[in-house]
């Protein structure tokens, strides 16, 4: 089955105070957002597609993961789920093949190839259509993985309005799978510094 994987890096941070954008600091000398997309190419996701905006220049100025496509979104302060849908977009022009799609985000360090290959797996396992992490404190949120047969709701997501809502409304159609690892996703420089001294 044929799953690309879109990764969100288009906000601004505004809780972030450390130097530069968020997705580029480093953990064990590795941008967070090289980190997540060595992951998906790991998972055999493709093509795989980051979406950039408030610091997209930043971003571009690095040289990217090979194999890594960048998409624009213009309109990226008005929200996640925008953002989420020119990824769609972006992904489906390159490979209209695409069964599903993988949903990640940049501040999401932690994530591996092993762990979306376990989402992957578990998902297709239990017949669901949508694959949500379970962080083991309650929450519940990417990476995610949506069937083909949710592109459309996708494609027409708007605002802070994500993908987290379609799951709400499908609730029979979601396979939850433990990744507390998930829960380590970076929004402030005390999140930085408590990732860090996880060693």
């Known amino acids: 089955m044929p799953v690309a994987a879109i990764i969100l890096a288009a906000g601004a941070g505004s809780r972030w ?8 600091a480093t953990l064990g000398g590795v941008t967070f957002v090289d980190r997540v997309a060595r992951a998906a190419l ?3 996701l493709s093509p795989v597609v980051r979406v950039l905006g408030a610091h997209a220049a930043a971003l571009q100025a690095r040289p990217a993961v090979a194999g890594i496509a960048d998409v624009v979104h213009a309109a ?48 297709t396992a239990a017949g669901k259509t949508v694959a949500l992490c379970d962080y083991g404190d309650g929450s519940r949120g990417p990476p ?36 507390p690892a998930a829960r380590h996703d970076v929004d402030s420089l005390a999140d930085y510094t408590a990732l860090l001294a996880l060693g």
């Not at 105070?17 to 580029?24: I, R, V």
């Open 42 to 44: 790991a998972a055999g």
């Open 76 to 123: 990226w302060a008005e929200g996640m789920g925008g953002s989420l849908a020119c990824g769609l977009t972006a992904v489906l022009e390159r490979a209209p093949e695409t069964d599903a799609v993988c949903v990640l985000l940049a501040d999401q360090p932690l994530i591996e190839g092993r762990h979306l290959l376990e989402l992957q797996t578990g998902m």
């Open 144 to 179: 995610a993985i949506f069937l083909k047969q949710h592109f459309a709701a996708l494609l027409t997501l708007t605002g802070d309005a994500g993908a987290r809502q379609l799951a709400r409304s499908h609730p029979q159609e979601v396979f939850l799978h433990p990744l």
């Open 17 to 24: 105070q450390g130097e530069g954008p968020k997705a580029l």
